[in-house]
């Protein structure tokens, strides 16, 4: 299996613009996380998905963060507009079923400049 | 509101030495998981344990896990520069699907 496979790896804008993150779980997993992870506050989940659907979403910053999963097999975080603070790492996670062993992705890197 | 506490937060030590890295949580746990991260890279699951005193071991690491006292630990046996990354422990709390992460044991192995 590939594993979780996250795009783009870096990702570099100016403030104000539109980003989107992708997510590919592995196959057969129903439960989907989307991490942040700074120095400051390291890791801090932002979003969990079961079955497609989202079920907690208690971790996302703010309105500017919306995510979707519109089936089995992939998901996206958007940040519309980014601002400078939400530079960070942010992290997919699959698991066969909620209470399962999380597998990461490699990671997005973002700069917002 | 589970909190966990993971330390110390940096560990240097020489190659051929034993060290313990130690996990506490504060409330009830379903499961403790410990996780490494290499600079730049994803975080690798190492180990899951689940009951009063569990232990797994993988080579030179090997995690132990006390439900009584809250406590979980990863100790290094041994330790060569390979094993050089931060490592992470998650926990989730009982019927949870949440994972609550330490600040995280960044480990230098020094030849």
């Known amino acids: 299996d590939a594993g979780v496979i996250q795009s783009p790896r870096h990702e570099v804008t100016e403030m104000g613009q539109e980003v989107t993150l992708r997510c590919k779980p592995i196959s057969g997993h129903n439960s989907l996380f989307w991490y942040r992870q700074t120095m400051m506050r390291g890791l801090e989940l932002l979003i969990y998905f079961n079955n497609n659907v989202p079920i907690d979403d208690s971790g996302m910053p703010e309105d500017r963060f919306s995510a979707k999963m519109p089936n089995a097999s992939f998901s996206t975080l958007k940040i519309q507009p980014s601002e400078p603070r939400d530079s960070a790492v942010y992290f997919c996670?699959?698991?066969?079923?909620?209470?399962?062993?999380?597998?990461f992705g490699p990671g997005t890197r973002l700069l917002v400049l | 509101e589970l909190k966990v506490e993971q330390n110390p937060l940096f560990l240097s030590m020489q190659e051929g030495k034993n060290y313990t890295i130690y996990c506490n949580y504060s409330t009830t746990s379903d499961r403790l998981y410990w996780y490494r991260q290499d600079p730049g890279k994803s975080l690798e699951s190492l180990f899951v344990l689940l009951s009063n005193g569990a232990v797994k071991q993988e080579g030179r690491l090997m995690a132990s896990l006390d439900t009584k006292a809250r406590l979980s630990t990863l100790h290094i046996t041994a330790a060569v520069h390979d094993l050089s990354a931060t490592y992470f422990c998650a926990v989730s709390g009982a019927g949870s699907y949440q994972l609550t992460f330490g600040k995280g044991t960044k480990l230098s192995v020094i030849p």
């Open positions: 996670a699959s698991s066969f079923s909620a209470q399962e062993t999380q597998y």
